[in-house]
């Protein structure tokens, strides 16, 4: 059996839903996870994003935030194994579109994660391409 994810921890199992199965679970957590700007997730010391501001303006900004992106998957959803981030692009709506790859329950599974770069706001979507 797998670990919980961070946020499942804080959470009964009639509160979680059964829709969609465990990657719908595994979403659900993920975009909770990168939506907590951090510094406001105070009941976890480091829970949330937002060291890429320090970056705006520079050419390393969209390392930093892929990095931290990246990071929070690995330290907060821990059901998804060998996880990778990778920019695909970006669209007139001013959203960056990742993939995220990586296994679940030893199956390989890839999720769509978009970033809004005036908002700062994150989706996480199946990702039908992959």
């Given at each position: 059996m797998t670990r919980p994810s961070f946020?499942?921890?804080?959470?009964?199992?009639?509160?979680r839903p059964d829709k969609g199965g465990e990657l719908a679970q595994v979403r659900q957590n993920l975009e909770s996870a990168l939506n907590t700007k951090e510094g406001y997730g105070y009941f976890?010391?480091?829970f949330g994003v937002g060291r890429y501001t320090v970056k705006f303006g520079t050419r390393e900004l969209?390392?930093?935030?892929?990095?931290?992106?990246?990071?929070?998957v690995q330290q907060f959803e821990p059901r998804l194994q060998d996880?990778?981030?990778e920019l695909r692009g970006r669209d007139s709506g001013l959203w960056l579109?990742?993939?995220?790859s990586?296994?679940?329950?030893?199956?390989?599974?890839?999720?769509r994660l978009?970033?809004?770069t005036v908002?700062?706001?994150?989706?996480?979507?199946?990702?039908?391409?992959?």
């Open positions: 946020l499942d921890k804080f959470t009964s199992p009639g509160q976890v010391e480091g969209m390392k930093t935030l892929s990095g931290e992106l990246l990071n929070a996880a990778e981030l579109h990742f993939v995220l990586g296994s679940l329950n030893g199956t390989p599974c890839s999720l978009l970033f809004h908002s700062g706001r994150v989706r996480v979507e199946e990702d039908e391409e992959g």
